[in-house]
């Protein structure tokens, strides 16, 4: 079983589930327990790269929040977490059922620290079910190999010699498949995966991409339902322009209209929409994410 935990603000709990491997803007921890494989995600670039946290969010099963200092920080990440629909698991410093009520959380478990570990074990995962989905994070040319992604499964289950379809229509052949530096023949939900291909350059897949054997066309305008935090107040207008995230991508949306709980907007970068997914607003002011949106 493969579990993916975003751990946004206490890089300690992310070193409980796993080892420091690569960082690009997100530390990943990769951890293996018995039968299972955890990755967990900690935002290492916050003030900088805001966007680095809905990120993480968004491509977990569930997150992970430290209640050790209840901060600016403690309430962006809990703003955040509400209206992205995961699971969240908060650890026992302090008291905040309160605050997790009015954030509108129902989906919520406290922890112990030292039992963090065996609770995150338990988690649900992914459906196998469906066409190989793979959320991109990067991409790049190894010597002797050739093209490289590194991605996340988000549901199905991806084989090698799978055909791949990028956002732009190009078709590519899963080479080969590795996690955790092993080689495996097929990669389901929750794994973390570098994937080789065959038939693509590197230029044409970029971070946020979505990879699958069905192709996902990228949209320059949507209309979603959009969820409004309590917390997180904002008068929401036509012509007003925030920053959107979905899975690894991220980019700025215009409001071309907003009719009740349905709002259109303009992207500045053609984003790749999945049914069942959910994005993240996010303005300048604090708390920074003030709305989820239903893909």
């Known amino acids: 079983m493969h579990i993916v935990i ?5 890089p300690g ?8 491997g690569s960082e690009n803007g997100i530390a990943f921890y990769n951890g293996s327990f018995q039968d299972s494989t955890i990755v967990a995600l900690q935002p290492t ?31 962006e990440a809990l703003v955040a977490a509400s209206q992205s629909g995961k699971k969240v698991l908060f650890t026992d410093e ?23 570990l065996l609770k995150v074990l338990t988690l649900r995962t992914r459906s196998e079910e469906g066409s190989p989905i793979i959320y991109v994070d990067k991409s790049f ?31 590519a052949a899963v080479r080969s498949i590795q996690s955790q530096d092993r080689d495996f023949p097929s990669a389901g939900p929750g794994t973390r995966v570098g994937i080789a291909l065959k ?23 949507i209309e979603c339902k959009i969820r409004a935090s309590g917390i997180a107040k904002e008068e929401i207008k036509e012509g007003k322009v925030y920053s959107i995230v979905a899975n690894f991508f991220h980019t700025s949306a215009k409001v071309i209209s907003i ?20 994005a993240l607003l996010f303005r300048d002011a604090p708390p920074r994410v003030f709305a989820g949106i239903d893909l």
């Open 259 to 278: 009719k009740g709980e349905t709002i259109a907007m303009r992207l500045d970068r053609p984003m790749q929409r999945i049914p069942g997914d959910r």
């Open 141 to 171: 040319t190894v010597n002797g190999v050739g093209t490289v992604v590194l991605g996340i499964v988000r549901s199905g289950v991806l084989k090698v010699h799978d055909k791949l379809i990028c956002a732009d229509g190009t078709e």
């Open 6 to 10: 975003s751990v946004p603000l206490d």
């Open 45 to 75: 670039s916050i003030e900088d790269k805001f966007y680095s946290m809905p990120e993480s969010i968004l491509v977990s099963d569930a997150v992970l929040l430290s209640t050790s200092a209840l901060d600016r920080k403690f309430g």
């Open 13 to 20: 709990l992310a070193g409980m589930l796993g080892k420091k």
């Open 94 to 116: 302090n008291e905040i059922k309160g605050m997790a009520a009015s954030a509108g959380m129902t989906d919520f478990e406290i922890v112990s620290r030292d039992s963090v």
């Open 199 to 221: 038939g693509v350059q590197p230029s044409s897949i970029s971070k946020g991409d979505v990879l699958s054997t069905e192709r996902i066309r990228p949209a320059e305008e």
